[in-house]
């Protein structure tokens, strides 16, 4: 009896740089009047690579009798006040963004820190930081022989667990959202002075909504960002979630 066996790696690079000049997709500069203060920022672009290499081996054959690979480029760009890029709110949203990348960062921190170093050095400068990741994944395929037929049946449903799984959002449940305190937001409290999802600030006396965590949005973007996740944006505190 034969059966297959698989096994996965992945290892990632990462460069941070600043340009010399505007990115074409580095739009992201908020333009309100009212927030013209916030203009000391930065563009920040990710450019995300992904190559994920199969190899086949039979038996005990030392060299692969096939291999291939793909290629899949993605990229995004933001921007972000210095505050945030020099991680004065102790990384937060940089840590939020590079786990909404999709990239599953083995050390995210190390290239928050990175960035942040890249935009110290910046001094006066305000051109586009460039977030350049590499990620290889490498899949090796080894077709063996002589196994039992339990073996062969339990390595075939993790198998296929694995080719059927599809990462989908979880939101929270409609009753923890909708019965989240709102408070008034006051000038001087220890409230953030902006939203973190629309990066708005809060005006003084309006009504925002208060997390468990303590953290405060504007009501209707948490609302929207509830509906599709349930983990708070800033430091991921899990609410209520149907599994």
């Not at 220890?190 to 309006?206: A, D, H, T, Y």
């Not at 948490?222 to 599994?243: A, E």
């Amino acid at each position: 009896m034969s059966r297959t066996r698989f096994s996965v790696t992945k290892h990632t690079n990462f460069r941070v740089w600043q340009e010399s000049q505007p990115s074409s997709s580095s739009n992201q500069q908020p333009t309100s009047r009212r927030r013209m203060h916030l203009l000391d920022g930065f563009p920040i672009e990710f450019r995300t690579r992904k190559l994920v290499k199969t190899e086949k081996y039979v038996g005990s054959c030392p060299e692969p009798v096939d291999s291939c690979q793909h290629v899949f480029s993605w990229s995004k760009s933001i921007w972000l006040p210095r505050h945030q890029v020099l991680l004065h709110d102790n990384g937060a949203r940089l840590l939020s963004l590079l786990r909404d990348l999709d990239t599953q960062l083995e050390n995210p921190a190390a290239v928050s820190r990175k960035i942040a170093r890249v935009a110290a050095s910046a001094k006066s400068s305000r051109m586009p930081i460039v977030v350049k990741l590499l990620i290889t994944v490498k899949v090796t395929r080894i077709d063996d022989y002589e196994f039992s037929s339990q073996q062969v049946l339990d390595d075939t449903v993790i198998l296929n667990s694995m080719e059927t799984y599809e990462f989908k959002p979880v939101p929270a449940t409609n009753s923890s959202i909708e019965n989240l305190d709102k408070v008034r937001f006051q000038l001087g409290s220890k409230l953030v002075r902006e939203c973190i999802i629309c990066m708005e600030e809060f005006q003084i006396g309006s009504e925002v909504t208060c997390m468990p965590c303590s953290h405060v949005y504007h009501g209707e973007c948490i609302f929207k960002w509830l509906k599709t996740s349930h983990l708070c944006p800033l430091c991921r505190y899990p609410m209520p979630h149907d599994c």
